[in-house]
């Protein structure tokens, strides 16, 4: 979504001349861009640059007095599609790990529900610190996203890690950010037929899994999780009750989901899977890429390519087929199943011959290698089927978008069943 709304927040390091040039990279590619600082921020830099480089009023003060328009505390947060906080102090990490909110950036940090992104600039001391490093493990698990500080000259005199990101590596990592989220008004242009998914509870699997061969080795697939991770992110927005099962990816979690469970293998997929049919589902998004075969004893200690020889033999045993041996074993009558078809030829006969065979109520057919589709972040392209054949073929259109609308094709087509 290069039309995104970037709340860029700005706390007291010297580093805040370089959130300039952030602001500026921002507007030259498309986004669009408002500030809040801290006061220690305006130390540094005044809101007037920023006021100039963005063309909105920055916000400050929590009171609104040091402000030329006053703000409610929180509008710019509820005007965000993303934030990104850069530079981040050590202490402003602290304060957004323990929920506290006590000037402008952190009390938009916390009303904000949308995807955060972190560009730390400190002390090479202070990013060390085990509280800073706790602090930055524990926003990581709960979904937060890091550009992370680099090694270079540091205003303190030393050389170490510490200098924040350069303002392109942050525009990149932004760009990447802002391809999974859905634009508020693409969201609101595929909102499903009312009442359709609201409570509705969705079981969303995502990306590839990992096999391991040995501690430092693994069999994996190209799957960025990106089409899965913009499933859930849609189906919560249209009001469905979310549980993401994730394979191992680079994506920012999306905020307010339910539960959200990381796998490694084919087989803990399947565990996982189980578990949460048990607890009750009405529907089973199965995007994610499962290893076909993985090996049955990985080896306990890196294998040696010393003792491997000229030609390493891998002997790989099937993992389970999670559609064909696992769901029907927990399925109830209710339970809608939407799988994911990959195929590179004869891809609709294919993919309805799956759909068959594992029992499914809908197949999304792709091809990632057709124009217009592809792995990662980029546009693609889909056709959804149905037991009475093809229900809707998509135009080539970026995920985020893609996964509102087939959304609201199968929401569609199950009220007129
Ligand atoms: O790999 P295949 O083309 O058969 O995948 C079709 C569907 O089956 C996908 O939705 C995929 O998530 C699912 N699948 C599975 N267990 C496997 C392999 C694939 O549930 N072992």
Same mark, same amino acid.
């Given at each position: 979504m290069a039309s995104a709304r970037i709340l860029l927040l700005v706390t007291g390091g010297i580093a805040a001349y370089k959130a300039c040039f952030l602001a500026r990279l921002y507007m030259q590619a498309g986004f669009s861009v408002k500030v809040a600082m801290t006061d220690a921020a305006t130390r540094f830099v005044t809101p007037m640059t920023f006021q100039v480089l963005t063309g909105h009023p920055v916000a400050t003060d929590l009171w609104g007095e040091g402000q030329s328009v006053a703000l409610d505390h929180i509008e710019y947060a509820r005007w965000a599609d993303l934030a990104v906080v850069a530079p981040a102090t050590a202490n402003n990490l602290a304060k957004l790990t323990a929920g506290i909110a006590d000037d402008m950036v952190t009390t938009q940090l916390l009303a904000f529900p949308g995807p955060v992104l972190v560009a730390p600039a400190m002390n090479d001391n202070m990013w060390d610190h085990p509280a800073t490093q706790a602090n930055v493990a524990l926003l990581k698990q709960r979904g937060v996203h890091f550009v992370e500080p680099a090694d270079g000259w540091l205003a303190c005199g030393t050389v170490s890690k510490g200098r924040m990101a350069e303002p392109e590596d942050i525009l990149a990592a932004t760009r990447e950010l802002a391809a999974v989220i859905p634009a508020r008004e693409e969201l609101s242009a595929t909102k499903s037929a009312p009442g359709f998914w609201p409570g509705q509870k969705v079981l969303v699997t995502a990306g590839p899994t990992h096999e391991p061969i040995d501690p430092v080795r693994f069999l994996g697939n190209r799957s960025s999780g990106a089409m899965g991770y913009a499933l859930a992110q849609a189906a +919560? $927005? $249209?009001? *469905? @009750?979310?549980t993401l099962i994730t394979g191992p990816t680079e994506l920012p979690v999306p905020r307010g &989901?339910? $539960? =959200? =469970? @990381?796998? $490694?293998t084919a087989c803990e &997929? /399947? #565990? *996982? =899977?189980? %578990?949460?049919?048990?607890?009750?589902c009405q529907w089973l998004i +199965? %995007? *994610?890429a499962v290893a076909d075969f993985g090996l049955p004893q990985p080896s306990a200690g890196k294998m040696k390519k010393e003792d491997l020889g #000229?030609?390493?033999?891998?002997?790989? /045993?099937r993992n389970p087929d999670i559609l064909a041996e696992t769901v029907p074993l927990h399925r109830d009558d209710d339970l809608k199943v939407v799988g994911f078809a990959l195929e590179t030829e004869d891809v609709l006969t294919r993919a309805e011959a799956k759909r068959k065979a594992k029992s499914m109520d809908y197949i999304v057919a792709n091809n990632p290698i057709a124009p217009g589709s592809g792995f990662g972040t980029g546009d693609h392209q889909v056709t959804l089927l149905g037991a009475q054949g093809v229900i809707w073929a998509s135009d080539s259109q970026p995920k985020a978008r893609l996964a509102g609308q087939l959304l609201q094709q199968i929401a569609d087509h199950e009220n007129k069943a």
């Open positions: +919560m $927005q $249209q009001g *469905a @009750r979310v &989901l339910e $539960q =959200v =469970v @990381r796998i $490694q &997929l /399947s #565990d *996982a =899977v189980a %578990t949460a049919l048990q607890e009750g +199965m %995007t *994610a #000229d030609n390493w033999t891998l002997t790989l /045993s």
